[in-house]
């Protein structure tokens, strides 16, 4: 009976220690601020859009598409000089902005011209999430995410 009891506690101390390392299960992305300015080109568009990781562990943004456009690029601009990227990082508990004047996304060949009101559909590949789909809705040219108008 003892052996048993002991067997028992052993048992029950494994499980909680395992138990342990679930408060930090990965990267917890989610998508806020989504938006495309109504381009003024028929074939190029900016995105813009903040991706929150509430989880403990850091990810990477690798890559971004659209059904709406041939290609999207990443940027990062420094400086005011834009350059193409492969990727950029998704800090633990932190955020990866894209917004105007900094890094952004670029719709390149598009296939339609995006207009006012409507919605278009991104596919955001991670390093170690699984992908995230998200309606980016499309704004007036002028649109200021800091005002709503």
Known sequence: MRRAALFAAAAGALALAGCGG?????????????????????????????????GGT???????????????TMHDTVGGAMQEVSSFPVPA???LVFKSG??????????????QGQKITLRLSFA???????????????????TGH
């Open 22 to 54: 679930s408060a930090d299960a990965g990267a917890e992305l989610s998508v806020r601020s989504s938006y495309m300015p109504q381009p003024v080109s028929a074939d190029l568009a900016a995105g813009f859009l903040t991706i929150v990781n509430n």
């Open 58 to 72: 850091k990810d990477e943004l690798t890559s971004v598409t659209s059904d709406a456009a041939g290609d999207v």
């Open 93 to 95: 508990h932190g955020r």
């Open 102 to 115: 900094g890094n952004h996304l670029m719709f390149e060949k598009l296939k339609r011209r995006p207009r």
């Open 128 to 146: 170690k999430s699984g992908p995230l789909t998200v309606e980016m809705p499309v704004k007036s040219a002028t649109y200021n995410p800091s």
